[in-house]
Structures are given as C-alpha cells and as structure tokens.
C-alpha cells in the first residue's frame, strides 16, 4: 500500500510512497481507523487516529470532484484508489485515445484543463490533469488500496483492503460504471488461433494479427477502434446496433465552439436529466444501448470500408456467427461489449434485481451514509463525463454534511 499526499506537486515523482510520521493518514496505515477512540468532532492524536467523516473510494474524476468539496467543508476523509497513481484508469486506455469533449468541458470544479478551449486533450494529458488536481488541492488521495469489501457493522461503515480497516459514518463510491470487461459467454468459444481482445486491454494495431478483425459493438468505443484499425490497412467488420450520432463535426471549429456547447451543456447536462419528461424517457435507452457516437460519423466508417453486419449470434466450430448466419472471416475479435461496475465488493442491500445500485441522484437506498459519484446517467447524460460530474459531486457532498452535522449534534447533545 502506499500514500500519495499531495501537499508539495513537484517534490515527489508521481505515485511515489510518502508517508509523513505525524501524519493522520500514515496513522491509519498503521493502525487502522477501526481502533478510532477520538469523539466525534475532536481531532485525532499520534495514538487516537481521527475519525473519518467519510471515506471516499475511487480516485478517479469522480473521487477527486467529491475530495475537492469535502476539503472546501473541512471534512475529515481520506480517498482510496486501487491504482498506483491518480490518472491510471485513463493512462491504460488506447494509445492513440483523444478526448471526444474538448479542453473547455474537461475542467474540474476549481481548476481548468490548462490547454486552449477547442484542443481535444490527450488521454495521458487527462490522466496528468488528475493528478495535477489532487496535488493542488492537496487532497488525501491513498494510491494502491483496492477496497476488497464495504459493510457496515454496529451503526458503521466497515471499508476493508487486505489487512487495512477502516471505519466511518459515511462513503461515498465514485467510479463510472466502467469498471470490469464486460464479454458474451459465448467468447470462451472462440478457437484460439483468434486474437479476442476486450477495448479495455485494446492499446494499438499491433496487437492483433495478420487478417481481418471483426469489432463487437458500434457504440463510441468500437467506432473509434475501427476506425484506427481501417486506417491502419485492416478489414474491419464491425456489428452491433446503432446508438445514434451527434449530427455535427465535433472537430470543426463551429463544432467545437458552438455546437458541442449545445450538446454537452444544453442537451446532456440540462435537457436529459431525470427531472425532464424527455430524460426520463430516454433514460432507459442509454443505460441499456449507451450513448450517441460523438466523434465518429457512419458516413466515416462507411468512407473507411468498415463493413456494418449484424449483431454476433454465437460461435460455431470456433469461429464468429451473425444473426444472419454469415461467418465473417476474420482472425481478430475486438470486444467492445462494455463494461460492469464489479460491485461484487460491496455486501450492502442496494442492488436491484439486475445488480444495479438503487439510488436516487446517488443517494442510495436502504443503506443511509452511502452514496455512489460517477454511475452512468446518474442524474443526467453528463453525469459519467468530465463536465458533468461536479454537479453530482456537489449534491452527493450537500448530503455528506447534513449526515456529518446531524452525528456531531447527536454527539454533542
Ligand atoms: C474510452 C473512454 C473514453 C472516454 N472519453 C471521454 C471524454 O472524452 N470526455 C468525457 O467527458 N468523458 C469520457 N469518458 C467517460 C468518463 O469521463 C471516463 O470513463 C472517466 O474515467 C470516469 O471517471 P470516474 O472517476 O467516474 O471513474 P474511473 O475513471 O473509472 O475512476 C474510478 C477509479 O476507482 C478506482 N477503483 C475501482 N474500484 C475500486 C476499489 N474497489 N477500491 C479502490 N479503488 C477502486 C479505479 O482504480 C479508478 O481509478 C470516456 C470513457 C471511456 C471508457
């Protein structure tokens, strides 16, 4: 396990171990939070650690958003990222990823993306972004912990990782939905002389063999994968339903100045909310299809030679088989199939029947001081983008308070 403290940006490489000996957090390193004999509302000493108001984990934009307004309420809290540095979850996406939202929607609240408003970043700038942000607010980011479970005991929540106990009133789980591969069964079949890869382990061409590559599903992901695979001189197959398309260069400079304002801020932030009748409505549609292409157009795939075909049936004898029964020949599958959250972790009665988190703008039900940042149209459209997750953050911290003075009346009274 290590601690990142972000107290001094450029002392220390990034993710370097730095653990302060009168630091409150090295404390619970040591001796864990669980041992808490410090009264709510008093600061913790060398031998009774502080006690967390709140434990946040994920330390991605979701976790830093709701860091940032935890700090700006002088709350006591820490947040647990299983990476070794802040920005992983971005540094391990393709090679070539670009932002679809351009520098002026990939702010924080507090700090801008230092880049000029119409540059799509790099997903590595991204990554350096959110590091950058924990290091200026000096948030209590501890790196290399990956919560292995969350439960409550005695009236508290009990978050785990290895040897690791802590403890607190509160938690907040802030992370997208895009946590675990998500493949078909029917994958296991495939012969090996296929290359499978899933997009979350996707980097570059390279990867994949001589031959033709079949993409599994048509949503931003797999347009953008078989886009630089066409390019790159390959056949490219791709199946799956349409999401839809913004009907705009994003690119263009009347798009990246103008138009994507409207779709980004207008539309996805203030239009498809789950406080509108149309949000409501085509709510359900995203969550179970995803979004609109927002970079790729049909027509570009379509002027690339990608090959639209059906959705993937099965495998037969080891290979691909279409809903129309053709075999495409191909010695590369792409699965761009998406992803689960893996909350497997969290032994709490919040999950429906499908496994998703029952929560009302993340605020869960049945589990009082739980709260998730970051799930996929969690509030609105925007909720899993860069852009739009402040706003959840803020309402999610607006709870925390009221909890945090609610048990430090209680306490006093
Ligand atoms: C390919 C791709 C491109 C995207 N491009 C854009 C874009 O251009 N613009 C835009 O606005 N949005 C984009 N998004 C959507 C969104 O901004 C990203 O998915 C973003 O990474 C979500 O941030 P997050 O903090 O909610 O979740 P994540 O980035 O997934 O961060 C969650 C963090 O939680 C940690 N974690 C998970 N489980 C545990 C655990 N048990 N214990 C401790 N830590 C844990 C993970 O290590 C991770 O670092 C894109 C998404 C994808 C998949």
């Known amino acids: 396990m290590s601690q990142t403290r972000h107290s001094r940006p450029h002392a220390a490489p990034p993710g370097a171990v730095h653990i302060d000996e009168g630091d409150a957090f090295a404390h619970l390193a040591r001796h864990g939070a669980g041992a808490a004999h410090a009264r709510a509302g008093q ?99 501890r790196t290399g912990v990956r919560v292995d479970r969350l439960s409550r005991e005695n009236g508290r929540y009990v978050v785990r990782s290895g040897d690791l106990r802590l403890e607190a009133d509160q938690v907040v789980v802030a992370m997208a939905n895009y946590q675990a591969p998500r493949t078909p069964p029917f994958a296991r079949a495939l012969d090996p002389a296929i290359v499978q890869i899933h997009s ?15 993409i599994v599903g048509a949503g931003n992901s797999g347009s953008e994968i078989a886009v630089e695979l066409a390019r790159a001189g390959r056949r490219v197959w791709m199946s799956g339903r349409d999401t839809g398309h913004i009907p705009f260069r994003t690119g263009s400079f009347v798009g990246r100045h103008v138009l994507v304002r409207l779709v980004l801020r207008g539309l996805f932030h203030r239009v498809l909310t789950v406080d509108t009748p149309l949000g409501r409505k085509v709510r359900p549609a995203v969550l179970a299809r995803g979004g609109p292409l927002i970079r790729v157009m049909p027509r570009d795939l379509a002027a690339l030679g990608v090959r639209r075909v059906p959705r993937v049936a099965g495998v037969r004898g080891g290979v691909p088989v279409l809903e129309d029964g053709t075999v495409p020949e191909v010695s590369n599958v792409v699965w761009c199939t998406g992803f689960h959250p893996n909350f497997g972790w969290i032994d709490l ?34 909720s899993t983008m860069i852009h739009g997750v402040g706003r959840d953050a803020r309402h999610v911290t607006d709870r925390v308070l009221a909890g945090v003075r609610a048990a430090r009346g209680a306490a006093a009274a």
């Open 43 to 141: 600061p913790g000493t060398r031998d009774a650690p502080p006690r967390l108001d709140v434990i946040v984990i994920g330390g991605g934009q979701a976790g830093l958003s709701v860091g940032h307004h935890l700090k700006r309420h002088g709350l006591r809290f820490v947040i647990l990222e299983a990476h070794p540095r802040v920005g992983d979850a971005w540094r391990r996406r393709w090679d070539s990823l670009r932002l679809f939202t351009p520098a002026a929607f990939d702010a924080l609240d507090g700090m801008r993306f230092p880049a000029a408003p119409g540059v799509f970043p790099t997903k590595d700038e991204m990554a350096d972004f959110l590091e950058s942000y924990a290091a200026r607010f000096d948030l209590p980011v």
């Open 200 to 214: 979350a382990d996707y980097r570059n061409p390279s990867q994949l063999r001589e031959g033709g590559v079949l």
């Open 349 to 382: 009665p919040v999950f429906d029947a499908s496994g998703e988190p029952v929560h009302r703008r993340g605020v869960a039900g049945g589990s009082p001081g739980l709260y998730f940042v970051g799930l996929h149209f969690q509030y609105a459209l925007s």
